[in-house]
């Protein structure tokens, strides 16, 4: 809410700068154009094979500065969660929802499970609510909001306005306990959430309209 930010992203050419931290680019290339100049007035009265050797030298030295060792790259696990492919047993067409969903807070958090659970509907190439981009719409965000205290009036309510037929509960983003509990959870809601199916990962329950 402070800054200069606020005032200067609906510019134009600004405004194209989706992430605000990106702002810092237009800083790193004035600060290299600066640097240039420094270079050429400090090494004016080099011969121009010592201005050679100092240019190469200043560039190994930047270079050396950016080098990150090791990189620490961590293998992506492509596989897909049984209950998901079941879902692929089911008469099409249909719309899911898949929990749990992080704290409406921890915005990096929902971003990647978003992530994660679009890449589940390979499984069966059926609509979903869950996506990641640079947008995220006004109801979108209420209703994941509403999902990270699934199942209440809110999130049901929520998830019936999209048109979702079922919900993919996986167990391996589920805190122990809450597993424990998930029979008397729902249980509460049994007239409007119906036990489908389960597998070692996993169960899928039906919206009842």
Not at 10 to 26: Q, S
Not at 80 to 104: G, Q
Request: proline content about 8%.
């Amino acid at each position: 809410p402070f800054g200069i930010w606020p005032l200067v992203y609906k510019w134009p050419v600004l405004n194209f700068i989706r992430v605000p931290t990106r702002f810092v680019l237009l800083a790193v290339l004035g600060l290299a154009v600066l640097a240039g100049a420094a270079f050429d007035r400090l090494s004016r009265t080099f011969s121009a094979r010592a201005r050679v050797v100092t240019a190469t030298l200043v560039c190994l030295l930047t270079l050396g500065e950016f080098v990150s060792s090791p990189l620490e790259g961590r293998p992506y696990d492509p596989s897909l969660p049984k209950i998901d492919v079941w879902l692929n047993t089911l008469p099409t067409p249909f719309t899911i929802a898949e929990w749990p969903m992080p704290n409406p807070d921890n915005v990096d958090g929902q971003n990647a499970r978003n992530a994660r659970f679009m890449l589940h509907s390979i499984a069966h190439f059926q609509k979903t609510v869950h996506g990641f981009s640079g947008i995220l719409p006004k109801a979108h965000e209420q209703l994941f909001g509403a999902l990270y205290s699934f199942p209440n009036d809110d999130s049901l309510q929520r998830l019936r306005a999209f048109g979702v037929t079922y919900v993919v509960w996986h167990d391996d983003f589920t805190d122990p306990k809450v597993r424990a509990e998930t029979d008397a959870t729902m249980a509460p809601w049994a007239g409007r959430i119906q036990f489908v199916h389960e597998e070692a990962d996993g169960r899928v329950y039906r919206l009842v309209r």
